[in-house]
């Protein structure tokens, strides 16, 4: 069985990777609408280069050009400036040294040289990310010309194979240090991958190339010789001549790029016929295995049942649990890890600083600045201990590492930090659902073994409706038969996922219990007041109710139960925290500073990549000019 899983699975590939040629993903969401090169050959052997950046942002915060240091390429990189040309506008980006580590990037830049790469990065603003901006960057790279006998040579990638960013039009112009006594001497060819373009030497001293509709991941390199005389000294020099190695080289690699178009030009042909072939052998194949399977799966639901709760309850008003965290209490009622999606873990976020302020490890206080403009401030009071579970442990060791030194930080500031450390919060949501489950396996809250097999269950449900929708997309309807079995596993591998048994007898009656305090705490205005707890109960409650989102619910009840609440707290240490929620939304305060630093990490950063003299790959040539593709 294992093995025909195997083949099966390999003849899908095979028909998708036929089906769908090279498919590159954008990064994110960044667009160049227009990419402009200006670069200047001095007569010293270096070059001074300017990039236009015409980009539209939907959400990112930085942007990155990178190049690959080799000094056999090149000396250095000096003279980097960065600027914001929005609009007609001019403005200078302020040079940072430690760029990786600086929090508030707008209008800043700063360079990095390690690990074989030079990178310049800029900010493009927190609050104003979105819509179409324009940025020129501008550099001097030493030693860029090579000086040989009998020609200089030029030979730049302005765009390196990890540009991970497409671009509707991409324009370059090379300028040589003076004017050639003859347009035959200067000698042009450009490479790429997959690409069209033209290259040509406009004039005397003039290189022009453009490409339009780039795709990411494509390299965009040139290669140009023109006369010795025109650099007068030079870092880079060679005893030997280049001419006819370069021609070589260009007619090897154009020979092969023109084999590479006539087996592409045949597969165009005859695809139609090679797709109908597969399609006839894997529909007879998928048909055959996802019936079995969906018997299988039938036959296995009706076999399932589910615990019930021991007692019914509308209302409860204890806790269930009094050293339960935020997150088991969520992973409790939602048993599936898409329970902690990023606004949902900003509640839990939320809840665990309230509750490791009750627990003395924190401290919330509304104070005045310098300025006397009013902040949340959270204090440090003790380090991590063994008093804590952990999922707090981690949150909290979370917090200490973001607080610094001076063991304080404003709410502001915390979630400036979150926004900006979108792998630390990744792992940190990982972490926090993964221990808060281990937790609750430990007390015989919900079953190991159920559980795994609940994920097994969850993952074959996406995994079928995935392969359903990516083969009927890219099949034109030739697997529709396949493609409906597909989808019917899929609906069934989540029926029986419901219905297994995660919860533990004992997970059941305390889901029920949470469920119940959940309820009363959404009404318990409605209930005889006689009824309701102590106001000093409430500080708990209410870490429970920002974990399941229903804070500002609690709240406008508390203060129709309790109108003259803020004379009862003030100045009372003990309901300093209460007080702060009544007056702020400090209880969803991270949910969209969390929800942004995971959607950075996803579509975070364009990154550019230049100064590899790698060859091969022609776009397009002078009529004299060889014409490669690599």
Same mark, same amino acid.
């Given at each position: 069985?294992?093995?025909?899983?195997?083949?099966?699975?390999?003849?899908?590939?095979?028909?998708?990777?036929?089906?769908?040629?090279?498919?590159?993903?954008?990064?994110?969401?960044?667009?160049?609408?227009?990419?402009?090169?200006?670069?200047?050959?001095?007569?010293?052997?270096?070059?001074?280069?300017?990039?236009?950046?015409?980009?539209?942002?939907?959400?990112?915060?930085?942007?990155?050009?990178?190049?690959?240091?080799?000094?056999?390429?090149?000396?250095?990189?000096?003279?980097?400036?960065?600027?914001?040309?929005?609009?007609?506008?001019?403005?200078?980006?302020?040079?940072?040294?430690?760029?990786?580590?600086?929090?508030?990037?707008?209008?800043?830049?700063?360079?990095?040289?390690?690990?074989?790469?030079?990178?310049?990065?800029?900010?493009?603003?927190?609050?104003?990310?979105?819509?179409?901006?324009?940025?020129?960057?501008?550099?001097?790279?030493?030693?860029?010309?090579?000086?040989?006998?009998?020609?200089?040579?030029?030979?730049?990638?302005?765009?390196?194979?990890?540009?991970?960013?497409?671009?509707?039009?991409?324009?370059?112009?090379?300028?040589?240090?003076?004017?050639?006594?003859?347009?035959?001497?200067?000698?042009?060819?450009?490479?790429?991958?997959?690409?069209?373009?033209?290259?040509?030497?406009?004039?005397?001293?003039?290189?022009?190339?453009?490409?339009?509709?780039?795709?990411?991941?494509?390299?965009?390199?040139?290669?140009?010789?023109?006369?010795?005389?025109?650099?007068?000294?030079?870092?880079?020099?060679?005893?030997?001549?280049?001419?006819?190695?370069?021609?070589?080289?260009?007619?090897?690699?154009?020979?092969?790029?023109?084999?590479?178009?006539?087996?592409?030009?045949?597969?165009?042909?005859?695809?139609?016929?090679?797709?109908?072939?597969?399609?006839?052998?894997?529909?007879?194949?998928?048909?055959?295995?996802?019936?079995?399977?969906?018997?299988?799966?039938?036959?296995?639901?009706?076999?399932?049942?589910?615990?019930?709760?021991?007692?019914? $309850?509308?209302? =409860?008003? +204890?806790?269930?649990? #009094? *050293?339960? &965290?935020? %997150?088991?209490?969520?992973?409790?009622?939602? /048993?599936?890890?898409?329970?902690?999606?990023?606004?949902?873990?900003?509640?839990?976020?939320?809840?665990?600083?309230?509750?490791?302020? $009750?627990?003395? =490890?924190? +401290?919330?206080?509304? #104070? *005045?600045? &310098?300025? %006397?403009?009013?902040?949340?401030?959270?204090? /440090?009071?003790?380090?991590?201990?063994?008093?804590?579970?952990?999922?707090?442990?981690?949150?909290?060791?979370?917090?200490?590492?973001?607080?610094?030194?001076?063991?304080?930080?404003?709410?502001?500031?915390?979630?400036?930090?979150?926004?900006?450390?979108?792998?630390?919060?990744?792992?940190?949501?990982?972490?926090?659902?993964?221990?808060?489950?281990?937790?609750?396996?430990?007390?015989?809250?919900?079953?190991?073994?159920?559980?795994?097999?609940?994920?097994?269950?969850?993952?074959?449900?996406?995994?079928?409706?995935?392969?359903?929708?990516?083969?009927?997309?890219?099949?034109?309807?030739?697997?529709?038969?396949?493609?409906?079995?597909?989808?019917?596993?899929?609906?069934?591998?989540?029926?029986?996922?419901?219905?297994?048994?995660?919860?533990?007898?004992?997970?059941?009656?305390?889901?029920?219990?949470?469920?119940?305090?959940?309820?009363?705490?959404?009404?318990?205005?409605?209930?005889?007041?006689?009824?309701?707890?102590?106001?000093?109960?409430?500080?708990?409650?209410?870490?429970?109710?920002?974990?399941?989102?229903?804070?500002?619910?609690?709240?406008?009840?508390?203060?129709?139960?309790?109108?003259?609440?803020?004379?009862?707290?003030?100045?009372?240490?003990?309901?300093?925290?209460?007080?702060?929620?009544?007056?702020?939304?400090?209880?969803?305060?991270?949910?969209?500073?969390?929800?942004?630093?995971?959607?950075?990490?996803?579509?975070?950063?364009?990154?550019?990549?230049?100064?590899?003299?790698?060859?091969?790959?022609?776009?397009?040539?002078?009529?004299?000019?060889?014409?490669?593709?690599?």
């Amino acid at each position: 069985m294992k093995k025909t899983k195997k083949i099966l699975y390999i003849l899908a590939l095979t028909a998708v990777f036929l089906l769908i040629g090279t498919i590159k993903s954008n990064a994110g969401n960044l667009e160049l609408n227009k990419l402009d090169f200006n670069a200047q050959i001095n007569s010293d052997g270096s070059m001074d280069a300017t990039e236009t950046w015409n980009i539209s942002i939907q959400s990112t915060n930085t942007l990155y050009k990178t190049f690959k240091t080799d000094s056999s390429k090149y000396s250095e990189i000096t003279n980097v400036t960065v600027k914001d040309i929005t609009g007609g506008q001019n403005l200078s980006f302020t040079k940072v040294d430690n760029w990786a580590y600086h929090v508030e990037k707008n209008h800043y830049y700063g360079t990095e040289n390690e690990d074989g790469d030079f990178e310049i990065g800029w900010g493009v603003g927190l609050d104003n990310s979105s819509g179409i901006r324009k940025y020129e960057i501008s550099y001097t790279v030493k030693d860029a010309i090579t000086k040989y006998n009998d020609y200089a040579e030029l030979y730049w990638q302005f765009i390196g194979k990890d540009f991970e960013i497409n671009a509707k039009d991409i324009k370059g112009t090379v300028y040589l240090p003076s004017n050639a006594t003859n347009k035959e001497d200067i000698k042009v060819w450009g490479h790429t991958k997959d690409l069209n373009g033209t290259i040509y030497a406009t004039d005397l001293n003039k290189i022009e190339f453009e490409i339009n509709n780039y795709k990411n991941g494509r390299y965009v390199e040139i290669r140009t010789l023109f006369p010795t005389e025109l650099i007068e000294t030079s870092g880079r020099t060679k005893n030997t001549e280049i001419l006819q190695t370069a021609i070589k080289e260009e007619t090897k690699w154009a020979d092969k790029a023109n084999a590479e178009r006539k087996r592409n030009e045949w597969l165009e042909q005859n695809m139609p016929t090679i797709l109908a072939a597969i399609a006839i052998i894997l529909n007879i194949i998928l048909i055959i295995v996802y019936i079995k399977k969906a018997i299988k799966y039938i036959e296995k639901n009706k076999e399932l049942t589910k615990f019930k709760p021991t007692t019914k $309850l509308e209302y =409860y008003r +204890e806790l269930p649990d #009094e *050293k339960a &965290t935020p %997150g088991e209490v969520v992973k409790i009622l939602n /048993v599936n890890i898409s329970s902690f999606t990023p606004t949902n873990f900003g509640k839990i976020f939320s809840a665990t600083i309230l509750d490791l302020t $009750l627990k003395g =490890y924190l +401290e919330i206080k509304q #104070e *005045k600045n &310098t300025k %006397g403009k009013e902040n949340i401030n959270i204090y /440090v009071l003790k380090q991590v201990s063994d008093g804590l579970r952990p999922s707090e442990e981690r949150i909290m060791t979370f917090i200490i590492t973001a607080a610094g030194e001076d063991k304080v930080i404003t709410l502001k500031e915390l979630q400036k930090y979150i926004e900006n450390h979108s792998s630390k919060i990744e792992s940190l949501i990982k972490a926090t659902y993964n221990e808060s489950n281990n937790e609750l396996i430990n007390q015989k809250v919900i079953d190991e073994k159920m559980q795994k097999e609940y994920e097994s269950y969850k993952e074959k449900q996406t995994s079928y409706i995935v392969s359903g929708i990516a083969i009927l997309f890219l099949s034109f309807i030739i697997f529709i038969i396949p493609v409906i079995l597909f989808f019917i596993n899929s609906i069934i591998c989540g029926k029986i996922a419901k219905k297994l048994n995660v919860l533990t007898q004992k997970g059941v009656d305390e889901k029920e219990e949470w469920n119940g305090l959940k309820k009363y705490m959404e009404e318990f205005s409605m209930i005889d007041k006689r009824e309701v707890p102590e106001l000093i109960i409430w500080e708990k409650y209410l870490v429970y109710a920002t974990a399941f989102g229903i804070a500002d619910k609690v709240i406008k009840q508390l203060k129709i139960v309790y109108p003259n609440f803020d004379e009862i707290t003030q100045g009372v240490n003990t309901y300093t925290y209460m007080n702060i929620m009544m007056h702020t939304n400090f209880s969803t305060s991270f949910s969209n500073s969390i929800s942004t630093s995971v959607a950075s990490a996803s579509y975070s950063s364009g990154s550019g990549s230049g100064g590899g003299f790698s060859g091969g790959g022609g776009f397009g040539r002078r009529p004299e000019a060889a014409v490669a593709g690599r």
